[in-house]
């Protein structure tokens, strides 16, 4: 689900740039460490055979088809952090070259699924791959589909687009059958490819802290306790998110009030300009901060 | 076939295919977000909008019509939150949401349409993006068409079969998913023995001319300004 521009309002696209662009620079660089030179054709390649195995129509019930969106596949070949960038590109071209996606709403669709997606599809392979490998390969499939559909809703929602309760049911069960199509998928191709080649696959580490498991514990009750919130009472995110969002989400964008300026119009502008500013400069700090303490 | 245009577009000569990608990526972000911010019942302003990117497309020497439509590819999942929009009694919200997601579709069509891909990455990783990101988009641009047609022929041939059962289906994955990672190998050996040492050789390096600069505050001033008096 990729969000168009015109569909957030200002603080939300803002606030999504500032978050994803240095979680994407952290993404980069542990994924550079990671791999060797060679990699760097590999992964633009496996951004490729991710953007044309949409082709590839799995047949799901009479007359319906499926495709793979591949967050978890990713993940589960590449690691985490490479499948983030690989992930990331895929979106930056669908917004350029394939109008799908907006470019202020870049940040809010890679958190989506760039970075919430393909964490919610890795950690249940890192951490339950030794007691059941196939329930956690679908799992990640599984979840990686609902948490950026689920972020993408809160997205909007925050936006003021309204979300009348019949259909937010409805699109939440799309999107749960949707979710489940992508495990299913995810499950058949992975045990297709290791038929194939069995070192396409990283194993999963052995060592796993336990506040990592904590970790993906809380993110898991959290997900589905917001699920069921969401559900139940659709009326109180949006009253919750759009009218009274949190002062400190403004801030970074001034405002909307720079002093000394009479036109209500111009001080917007000038706020939203500033703002972008104010990102790119995050961000250089951030990489520049992340690349001291690496190096 | 449909994106190849694109690259055609990127490749002519006009007045704003000559300026540096820099400036271009600056007066996008600029009008995207005059765009984003513009009240939804102010009609005459988005109107305005549609005449800045009206001249930009004329001295850019594009064809109206095929932008015009290769941008209406955003309006179907716009119209869906439209009419949602439509129904909860909040027309010109709902009026807003199409003009803003088509206008801003538009203008990043005239940015890659008018910028070549390896002069926009560039660009990008001037601009201080990772530069393993701007490789991989470099890398995934250059084999999407390859890889695309691969699949494509495998989808012909596996319909031409009769209907593809799931299991089937996967194994086609598995087997684009094997031909892909082959290339992989093979390209990068390829770069090797050609001297690739982890960066793309500009043909040309970019440089910032007063031109330039004069077209980036020109764009934005007229997104301010249609902003700010319509």
Known sequence: MHIPDGFLSAPVWGAFDVLALPALGIAARRAQRGLDERNVPLLGVMGAFVFAAQMINFPVGPGTSGHLVGAALLAIALGPAAASVVMTSILAIQALVFQDGGILSLGANIFNMAIAGVLAGYLPYRLLAHAHRASAIFLGGVLSVLVSAAFAFAELAASGVPMPRRLLLLSMGFFLVGALVEGAITLAAVGAMERLNPHWLRAPEQKTSPALRWIAAAALLLAVAGILIASRYPDGIEHLAAPSAPAWLHAPLAGYRVHGIESPWLRRSLAGAAGLILIYGACLFAGRLISRRSA | ?230
């Open chain 2, 1 to 230: 076939m449909r994106y190849a245009a694109i690259e055609q577009w990127s490749r002519q000569q006009s007045v704003l295919h000559r300026r540096d990608a820099r400036a271009k990526i600056g007066a996008l972000l600029a009008f995207l977000i005059a765009v984003s911010t513009t009240a939804p019942a102010s009609r005459i302003a988005f109107a305005g909008y549609a005449l800045l990117l009206a001249a930009a497309i004329a001295a850019a020497r594009l064809p109206f019509p095929a932008l015009v439509r290769r941008a209406a590819l955003v309006l179907p999942v716009a119209a869906g939150f439209a009419l949602v929009l439509w129904f909860s009694d909040e027309r010109a919200r709902a009026v807003a949401l199409l003009e803003k997601s088509f206008l801003s579709a538009v203008a990043t069509l005239l940015l890659v349409a008018t910028t070549p891909m390896p002069e926009l990455l560039r660009a990008l990783e001037i601009l201080h993006l990772p530069r393993l990101l701007v490789l991989v988009i470099h890398f995934l641009y250059r084999y999407l068409f390859v890889i695309s047609g691969q699949a494509r022929r495998m989808r012909l041939a596996a319909s031409s079969r009769g209907r593809l059962q799931f299991r089937s289906a996967a194994g086609a994955l598995a087997v684009l998913f094997a031909r892909s990672w082959e290339r992989a190998s093979g390209i990068y050996r390829a770069m090797l023995a050609r001297g690739f040492s982890g960066q793309f050789p500009a043909l040309a390096p970019p440089r910032w001319r007063a031109a330039d600069a004069a077209f980036f505050i020109a764009a934005v001033l007229a997104s301010v300004a249609v902003r700010v008096a319509l």
